[in-house]
């Protein structure tokens, strides 16, 4: 199980952290340390789009990021908490959405690669 936390409503320009904790061994026989983690976004209306992933490894952790959140969102991953997260600095409206986190046998900025996907947490920035 995937489950996220850390949303919430916050000004123009504020920051929050997202978490995604991984839990359980529904993702079969692979632990948390073999998938590649996925932050996605859907806001009221849209489709769900790519934010940013991370690739899985003890070092050398190869990190990617949509463009219009380059710069300003930060994904990092814990494994010993089985935890990912996502910084998320100089908020902007249209940062407005639920995020997911989901999880993936290798990287990728489409939704379909993702196996495992989280309920979502919702951010809201107010303008």
């Known amino acids: 199980q995937l489950v996220e936390s850390g949303g919430g409503l916050v000004q123009a320009g504020g920051s929050l952290r997202l978490s995604c904790t991984v839990s359980g061994r529904a993702y079969s026989d692979y632990a948390f340390k073999d998938y590649a983690m996925g932050w996605f976004r859907q806001a009221p209306g849209k489709d769900r789009e790519f934010v940013a992933t991370?690739?899985?490894?003890?070092?050398?952790?190869?990190?990617y990021y949509s463009d219009s959140v380059r710069g300003r969102f930060h994904v990092s991953r814990d494994s010993a908490k089985n935890t990912v997260y996502l910084q998320m600095n100089a908020l902007e409206a249209e940062d407005t959405a639920v995020y997911y986190c989901?999880?993936?046998?290798?990287?990728?900025?489409?939704?379909?690669?993702?196996?495992?996907w989280g309920q979502g947490t919702r951010v809201t920035v107010s303008s």
């Open positions: 991370i690739d899985y490894g003890v070092s050398d952790e190869a990190t």
């Open positions: 989901a999880a993936s046998r290798y990287m990728s900025v489409n939704a379909p690669a993702y196996e495992f």
